[in-house]
């Protein structure tokens, strides 16, 4: 069996600052890189505090997604990345914005610094197709 692999960029999102894609597409599944709060046309963090880069990051990712063919509600799997956890709970406010229900599986790490000295970074693998989301508990 030979697999696609699909290299994904748009002009909608900050355009990579370094060697990596905004996401690659292997079959049905997406792997999007990390995104943190650029503005895509001056390629400069947004001004603000961290719900604010949070909100940048999360519409990066959103139209790198849209970019890809899907949408929040088709990640499966995100990880959030930040420079400090005592932000945890103004990035979840945030996060609560975009992804609303069936939540992704998620973690959340504090680091000692992310790129371009951003306070949060979010990658995202997700799914690309009709999903048909079922809840199964023990």
């Known amino acids: 069996m030979v697999l ?18 905004q996401a690659v597409l292997v079959d049905s599944t997406l792997y999007v890189s990390g ?4 503005d895509k046309d001056t390629m400069k963090m947004v001004d603000g505090d961290v719900s604010a880069e949070a909100r940048q990051a999360l519409r990066n990712l959103g139209q790198i997604l849209h970019a890809a063919g899907t949408t929040y ?8 990345f930040m420079s400090d956890m005592n932000d945890f709970a103004a990035i ?28 949060v970074e979010i990658e995202a693998i997700a799914a690309i197709g009709e999903l048909n989301t079922v809840e199964f508990k023990l």
């Open 4 to 21: 696609v692999r699909k290299i994904i960029n748009t002009n909608n999102a900050p355009r990579p600052i370094a060697p990596y894609n």
């Open 35 to 38: 995104c943190i709060g650029l």
């Open 73 to 80: 509600d088709k990640v499966v799997k995100a990880t959030i």
């Open 92 to 119: 979840n406010e945030v996060y609560k914005e975009f992804f609303v229900k069936d939540y992704p599986a998620r973690s959340a790490i504090q680091v000692a610094k992310l790129p371009a000295n951003a306070r």
